[in-house]
């Protein structure tokens, strides 16, 4: 039996991250669980070991390089060379352009642009070494412009830049890199901002899914789907894209 596929979720201790670890663990990964939040991050992984995976939880912050080689390094020992990583980790500070603080410009952009960045160059010595290798980054939809979210925006925009340039710089080695960008989804960061807004949780989804083609808000299970898809054996030949999920086309 050949050993399974290790595969990196950052942020995968709720939310998103969350879902897509699991699915990816489902789909035959033995998969490392990281996470700024260690007690987050272990309980995924018991998820996923209690559902008959193999996991591992590590403890990290994508914006610091040597929590991330150390992190790489970690879960080399424990599950084997990683060569799937989901750089899903996300923050959001939202506020208009004349009022955002240059600490929250650069806490968002830290852990969604810089992060996503390192944790790509870690781990291309294992891609690298493996000559096999599939990378998924987070944008959003919002990287085509939101009210309140220039640094979120701006984040996801270069996400979508690195993307393209790491699929050319990658592809000779057996690599692909996509990107997902999710509208709204249902997780701890939606409702987060349904209470900045002073607005009922449920009463904001039903107005966003009043707005959208298939008529309801996203699940993080949808975007793990997405992202399954992306990394699966069979999709060697899809590469430099960025899979808009967001239930329909956004007008
Ligand atoms: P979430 O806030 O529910 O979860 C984010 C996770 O990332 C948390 O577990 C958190 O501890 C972890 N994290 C934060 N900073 C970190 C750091 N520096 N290092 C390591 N881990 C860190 O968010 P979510 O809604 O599940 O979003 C996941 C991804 O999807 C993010 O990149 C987000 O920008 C993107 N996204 C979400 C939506 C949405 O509607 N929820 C829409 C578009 C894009």
Redesign the pocket.
Known sequence: MTSPRVAVV????????AATACRLAADGAAVGV????GR?AAATADRIRAAGGTAHAVV????DPGQVKGALETLAAELGPPVILVN?????RDRPVQDLSLEDWDTVVD??LR?PFLMCQAIIPYLREQRWGRIVN?????ALGNRDQAN?SAA?AGIEGLTRTLAIELGPYGVTVNAV?????A????AGTAARMGMDFAKLQQMVAAQTPVRRV?Q?ED?AHAVAFLVAEDSGFVSGHTLYVTGGPMR
């Open positions: 950052t942020g995968a201790g709720r939310g998103i991250g990281l996470d700024l939040d987050t990290a912050d994508v914006g899903n980790a996300g923050v959001i852990v969604n992060g987070f944008s959003s939809s919002s979120y996801k960008a999710p509208g709204y989804i997780t701890d960061m939606t996203g993080p975007v």
